[in-house]
């Protein structure tokens, strides 16, 4: 018992010394505070968070988009734990008032007024805009050289990830009625028995009844494009490419995503044509998932694989 513990100790203390050399000791110690400060600032954002997680039906009828994101954005940060590490360690321990700095308070003020007025329950996205905001506002002022980089990573966040909210309050019908009038001929051409009326697909079924699926603008797919836009902007950020390469792969990318969204409604039809609805009511749960994961996932890595062949 006396020698675990003795190990134990020397493991401490080797971390502790390893944070010093590294003069990261007094940043992560910073980090810790201003991560604890958040917890009962917004208490139930983080209850909220969790809760979606641990059920996979109310997260789907919320929406995971702002939460796959959020992986994204965890997974960049990881990738680029190198040049943090390398900034944190240089920063500077004197605290002054800066153009900078005084965005930060401006950010950081914004997000506690925005919390303080804001009625719960709220949007899933905007709450954590408000947490993102509120973090991303201390880290200006505490770590100023390294909260740069990650104030491009958050305002990429909130500009792609209010694509669906836009989409649905601002431009539902057209987008709705345009996907309509774009899917029914793709399923004609297939063979299926359908027919548009406004914003719905009727669908003959072979028992001679007729099921109706009704299309809005998320059947559009716009969270799987500010997923897209999001993960290819902090390929960017990481990465870089030739404007040229990344305007091709940018489109090859949106032009995939669209024939994935109407591939994703015929196999809805298909299943709903053979299988019956509640069929067809499991594949709208599960497949957007698989299929879009996949595509994010294979993406990813041809981006990665060509800046990789670009720089060597």
């Known amino acids: 018992m006396r020698c675990m513990c003795k190990s134990g100790r020397d493991v401490r203390d080797s971390m502790r010394r390893a944070a010093a050399q590294t003069g990261l000791g007094r940043p992560v110690a910073i980090a810790s505070i201003i991560l604890l400060s958040s917890l009962p600032l917004f208490a139930d954002v983080y209850y909220h968070v969790f809760t979606l997680v641990a059920n996979f039906d109310l997260l789907s009828s919320s929406g995971a988009y702002p939460l796959a994101m959020l992986l994204f954005l965890f997974a960049w940060l990881l990738s680029c734990r190198k040049k943090l590490i390398s900034t944190l360690s240089n920063q500077d321990s004197r605290f002054g008032i800066t153009r900078f ?55 990429l966040y909130v500009v792609s990830a209010s694509i669906p909210a836009i989409a649905s309050t601002f431009f539902d019908r057209p987008i709705s009625l345009g996907f309509t009038s774009n899917i029914v001929p793709f ?27 009704l299309i809005d603008s998320a059947c559009a797919g716009p969270a799987s494009y500010s997923i897209f836009i999001f993960l290819n902007g902090l390929m960017l950020l990481d990465l870089g490419a030739e404007r040229k390469r990344f305007a091709l792969f940018t489109l090859a990318g949106l032009a995939t995503l669209y024939v994935l969204n109407l591939l994703r409604v015929a196999a809805i039809v298909h299943a709903t044509f053979y299988y019956g609805e509640a069929a067809g009511q499991s594949v709208h749960l599960y497949l957007g998932y698989v299929l879009f994961t996949a595509f994010y996932l294979v993406y990813a890595l041809l981006f990665a694989r060509y800046s990789y062949q670009r720089a060597s």
Do not use: D, H, W
């Open 187 to 213: 399923l004609n051409a297939l063979g299926y028995p359908v027919k548009q009326s406004e914003a719905t697909i009727l669908l003959e079924l072979p028992s001679g009844q007729v099921s109706s699926l």
């Open 101 to 155: 700095s005084a965005l930060g308070l401006l950010l950081l003020a914004a997000s506690l007024t925005g919390r303080a007025l804001l009625k719960f329950p709220a949007l899933l996205v905007l709450q954590l805009f408000l947490l993102l905001g509120f973090l991303q506002g201390c880290a200006m002022l505490a770590f100023p050289e390294t909260s740069k980089m990650t104030l491009k990573a958050l305002a």
